[in-house]
């Protein structure tokens, strides 16, 4: 099974400053078909089920705020969230989809310093 | 509105069943592949099991492999997944979920989540 280490396990930075969490893959998850890496990230708010940001590692999805990016290739991934506003404090998740068994990171809890 | 909402959920005694539905509305089912996902309180997501969108293909996670039956009926636009010989391990809220299509390329991220079915096993 493919493992996915977040890290930090969790942070608080200052409203308007940035965040940044990292993914890294046990084995890469680059599809040499189409060269995309099959990687999202996920923001799951207390209460709420998660919500798709990311997919394609660097894709954002429709409606999602242009101050959240990916980033990253291969083995190792960036989410980055550039200005943190109070609506961003949740749990983030990376999550690959290269192979079976679909896997999670531990999770990344985001706080306001 | 594109929606998914489980239902199924209680308390069930270890070495019960229970039967998970999640009806789909919005969206045209039958052309989505659809998954199970977990959350044990307090703790991350773990993915459950996957199925096509005509069901001829189907994954579980090597925790479940045997117990756990998932199907879809895309006449009816609902997902259902069967659960027997359930242990303490298994509770965790249930959130079935979307595969996100862009054009007609299947991207495997996960678009579209229901808000949860919680399943409890204890005596």
């Known amino acids: 099974d493919i493992v996915l280490t977040q890290s930090p396990d969790s942070l608080a930075v200052s409203l308007g400053e940035r965040a940044t969490i990292k993914c890294t893959s046990s084995?890469?998850?680059?599809?040499?078909?189409?060269?995309?890496?099959?990687l999202a990230w996920y923001q799951q708010r207390p209460g709420q089920p998660p919500k798709l940001l990311i997919y394609?590692?660097?894709t954002r999805e429709s409606g999602v705020p242009d101050r959240f990016s990916g980033s990253g290739s291969g083995t190792d991934f960036t989410l980055t969230i550039s200005s943190l506003q109070a609506e961003d404090v949740a749990v983030y998740y990376c999550?690959?989809?290269?192979?079976?068994?679909?896997?999670f990171g531990q999770g990344t809890k985001v706080e306001i310093k | 509105e594109v929606q998914l909402v489980e239902s199924g959920g209680g308390l069930v005694q270890p070495g019960g069943s229970l039967r998970l539905s999640c009806a789909a509305s919005?969206?045209?089912?039958?052309?989505?592949?659809m998954n199970w996902v977990r959350q044990a309180p307090g703790k991350g997501l773990e993915w459950v099991s996957y199925?096509?969108?005509?069901?001829?293909?189907?994954y579980y996670v090597d925790s479940v492999e045997g117990r756990f039956t998932i199907s879809r009926d895309n006449a009816k636009n609902a997902l259902y997944l069967q659960m027997h010989s359930l242990r303490a391990e298994d509770t965790a809220v249930y959130y079935c979920?979307?595969?996100?299509?862009?054009?007609?390329?299947?991207?495997?991220?996960?678009?579209?989540w229901g808000q949860g079915t919680m399943v409890t096993v204890s005596s």
């Open positions: 979920a979307r595969v996100k299509v862009r054009g007609d390329i299947i991207t495997g991220a996960l678009d579209i």
């Open positions: 919005g969206f045209t089912f039958s052309s989505y592949e």
């Open positions: 199925i096509s969108s005509s069901g001829s293909s189907i």
């Open positions: 084995q890469s998850l680059l599809f040499s078909s189409n060269n995309e890496n099959y």
């Open positions: 394609w590692a660097s």
């Open positions: 999550q690959q989809q290269y192979s079976t068994p679909q896997t």
